[in-house]
Structures are given as C-alpha cells and as structure tokens.
Nanobody, 123 residues
Framework: QVQLVESGGGLVQAGGSLRLSCAAASGRTLRPYAMAWFRQAPGKEREFVGASRRSGGSTYYADSVKGRFTISRDNAQNTLYLQMNSLKPEDTAIYYC???????????????WGRGTQVTVSS
C-alpha cells in the first residue's frame, strides 16, 4: 500500500503559475510506479491531466494542458511534481496524484491515490 500526499495548491490569478508536489507518506521511492495527475472540478467527472511512465520515463498530457503543464520527478524519484503555467480559470479543480503499474489516462488503472489539493484560478 502506498499513501500519497499532495501539496502546493492555492489561489492564483489567471496567467500565474503553481507547482504541485506528490510524495509517498512513508518516504518510499515512487520510482517503481507509473504516476499521474488527475483533477476534478465541482460537478464534473475526474479528468486526466498527465502521466509519467515508470522509473521517470516519458510523460504525456491531456490536450487541455499540453504546453502549459509539466510533470517531473526529482532525482531520487521520491517526489512527483506538476508545474502549472499560464493558468486559466477553467483549471480550477482539486488535483489528485495517482500511482499504479502502468501509465494510463483512465483513473481506474491507478491503485494508489492522494486526497487531493485545491487549485483555484481567479479571473
């Protein structure tokens, strides 16, 4: 069982930036896992944002965030990041970190989830 903890959310103006972090509560490495970010806005389905393949492999993103958001891992692969630039009001949501065996765009493919961190973008 891997408990994930997100941090870094907050309130930012449109056009601004935020960096979210995700780490395992026990301090264990995330290297063996494919990792992803999802988000859920009020009244909407949970939406795929982007994913990082196992062992810090390649990343891919939803079209809605491509070119604005970047996923990375630190050198020790203990922490997953989501750098969000050029934020828009429609990016407002709770952002969740997820981990699993295979990178995918579908939430049910991920076994491990954090509790989420709120991102609010004001216009």
């Amino acid at each position: 069982q891997v408990q994930l903890v997100e941090s870094g959310g907050g309130l930012v103006q449109a056009g601004g930036s935020l960096r979210l972090s995700c780490a395992a509560a026990s301090g264990r490495t995330l290297r063996p896992y494919a990792m992803a970010w999802f988000r859920q806005a009020p009244g909407k389905e949970r939406e795929f944002v982007g994913a990082s393949r196992r062992s810090g492999g390649s990343t891919y993103y939803a079209d809605s965030v491509k070119g604005r958001f970047t996923i990375s891992r630190d050198n020790a692969q203990n922490t997953l990041y989501l750098q969000m630039n050029s934020l828009k009001p429609e990016d407002t949501a709770i952002y969740y970190c997820a981990g699993g065996d295979v990178a995918a765009t579908v939430a049910r493919q991920y076994a491990y989830w954090g509790r989420g961190t709120q991102v609010t973008v004001s216009s």
